[in-house]
Nanobody, 120 residues
Framework: QVQLVESGGGLVQAGGSLRLSCTASGSIISIGTMGWYRQVPGKQRELAAV???????NYADSVKGRFTISRDNYKNTLYLQMNSLKPEDTAVYYCNAVIRTSDVGWRNYWGQGTQVTVSS
């Protein structure tokens, strides 16, 4: 069984920074693409940033130049450095990963979400 555990959310003033982390644990053989998504009440979950294994990251236009996604493959951990935060960045942020395990093969997994609130 695989778990994705996020941390690092919280309350910050506009212009501030936060760093989110997401660690995968379980019977992991390999991790493919990892990403951060975000969702506000009443709206669909949207992609913020994604980083394939061994490839360059991609960002939503709304976060480009302010957010940086990275991964530590030895620690099975995904990061999101968020700078110059804006009130419109307020959302629940979810970690996502495509993971191969010995029992079920490749499958898509989600973290439980972490709240990021940016005050004006």
């Amino acid at each position: 069984q695989v778990q994705l555990v996020e941390s690092g959310g919280g309350l910050v003033q506009a212009g501030g920074s936060l760093r989110l982390s997401c660690t995968a644990s379980g019977s992991i053989i390999s991790i493919g693409t990892m990403g951060w998504y975000r969702q506000v009440p009443g709206k669909q979950r949207e992609l913020a940033a994604v980083i394939p294994s061994g490839a360059s990251a991609n960002y939503a236009d709304s976060v480009k130049g302010r957010f940086t996604i990275s991964r530590d493959n030895y620690k099975n951990t995904l990061y999101l450095q968020m700078n110059s935060l804006k009130p419109e960045d307020t959302a629940v942020y979810y970690c996502n990963a495509v993971i191969r395990t010995s029992d079920v093969g490749w499958r898509n997994y989600w973290g439980q979400g972490t709240q990021v609130t940016v005050s004006s």
